[in-house]
């Protein structure tokens, strides 16, 4: 199983039967590929969706029904079109249970840089800085270093996103916990090691006494 997959696997798990929920543009639009059976969740687009759907099969696809990344999706029985200000308010307003991100960088008090990397050219920051304040949960799903850089600081080093707003970080090594006291280690993926976490983490980590390792179908 490829890293993304790990990542995105574990983060279905986290979500709740009747959830609405926003996901990010790349890794964290393939949670909607691994959600349990039995679990119905509502996907939100900031673009004006609710009941998002998968991804079309190719040469099916109609581009004028595009997810927030511009790529092209499906709409389930009963979902919906709105505009940006109902969206928006829709997020703002509270509505959405989770948001799951990518993150170029996420530090030890939960900030987020995930928009920005100065000097160069990068889409931009979408819904973000929305979505991680109105959202009830935080979760960033990403891979755990980028070219063997830790991405999980002690303090983020490019342009925020937003402060104190991550809740939970999914990467293919672990499942940590932002807290009062620090950044806890509370899983480990399939083929991570303690050590193997610490040494990937510039951060400093507190390992759960109940530390557990990713229960993922093959």
Known sequence: MDAKTVIAKRVAQLLHDGDVVNLGIGLPTMVANYIPEGIDITFQSENGFLGLGSAPESGKEDW?????????????????????????????????????LGAMQVDEK????????????????????????????????????????????????????????????????????????GLVLEELGPEATVEDVIAATEADLIVSPDLKRFGLDD
């Open 110 to 181: 939960g900030n987020l840089a995930n928009w920005k990397i100065p000097g160069k050219m990068v889409p931009g920051m979408g819904g973000a800085m929305d979505l991680v304040v109105g959202a009830k949960t935080v979760i960033i799903s990403m891979v755990h270093t980028q070219k063997g850089k830790p991405k999980i600081l002690k303090q983020c080093t490019l342009p925020l996103t937003a402060k104190d707003q991550v809740n939970i970080i999914v990467t293919e090594m672990a499942l940590i916990r932002v807290t009062d006291k």
């Open 64 to 100: 004028e029904l595009v997810n927030a990344g511009g790529m092209p999706s499906s709409i389930v029985p009963g979902g919906m079109f709105f505009d940006s200000a109902t969206s928006f308010g829709i997020i703002r307003g509270g509505h959405v249970d989770a948001t799951i």
